[in-house]
């Protein structure tokens, strides 16, 4: 029988490493020990303690991504000493298709069209189809509506995974940890104290989008779904 010190140094790893390879994918290198992830911290997560994983983050000039699993869902947080620089999610109503025609970017029969391409091709794949500068909107739209959603989050785990994230510079974001987790805090208090029609609200630190006409903005290729 292993010991709690060969457990927690070697078989620990390397059973989570499937599952973070399912969920970071080419996103993250793999620095630690036998072409493993480096995973620096792991532990139950709760809504509550959202704001102190993005201060541990921020405070020490994390590079790295930051996986939380709630039930079937999957939410990851990217980080460049220390700031925000992405997010991703399973979740339909997080995804960039979905922000955009919430946001009035998309009308509906083009909101379908983008949900079918990002399932297919993933987020990358969106660059055929909508100008970047709309895509970099919602790109940090995006960070904001994942830590929002995170504060509502039941019982679940987290895994911080060490490393600079390798991200597509469309959907790379640069925010300050704290000030998007005070504004998930003040989400989360709306939500509690007074009836909402379901929608998270807008920032005010993220700007309108005007909406746009879905088109091919370039001949489509395969593109992988690292963003």
Do not use: C
Not at 93 to 107: D, I, P, S
Request: hydrophobic residues 40%.
């Amino acid at each position: 029988m292993p010991s709690l010190a060969e457990f927690l140094e070697d078989r620990f790893p390397q059973r989570l490493e499937e599952h973070l390879q399912g969920a970071l994918g080419p996103s993250m290198p793999r620095v630690g020990e036998n072409g493993r992830y480096g995973i620096v911290a792991s532990g139950r997560f709760r809504g509550a303690i959202t704001a102190d994983l993005l201060a541990f983050a921020h405070n020490n000039r994390v590079d790295g991504a930051l996986l939380l699993v709630d039930d079937d869902t999957q939410r990851v947080l990217y980080f460049e000493e220390g700031m925000l620089v992405g997010a991703q999610s399973t979740l339909l109503f997080e995804r960039l298709g979905r922000l955009l025609y919430k946001a009035g970017a998309v009308e509906r029969k083009a909101y379908e069209t983008l949900v079918e391409v990002e399932e297919e091709q993933g987020p990358s794949g969106l660059l055929d189809w909508v100008p970047e500068s709309t895509l970099e909107w919602a790109a940090e739209l995006r960070v904001w509506e994942v830590v929002a959603g995170l504060y509502l989050a039941g019982r679940g785990h987290f895994v911080l995974v060490e490393g600079h994230p390798q991200l597509d510079g469309v959907f790379q974001v640069s925010l300050d940890p704290m000030q998007v987790a005070l504004e998930g805090m003040r989400r989360h208090d709306q939500w509690r104290n007074r009836p909402t029609d379901g929608s998270a609200g807008r920032s005010e630190s993220v700007p309108a989008m005007q909406p746009v006409r879905l088109m091919r903005t370039r001949d489509p290729v395969k593109r992988s779904r690292s963003a």
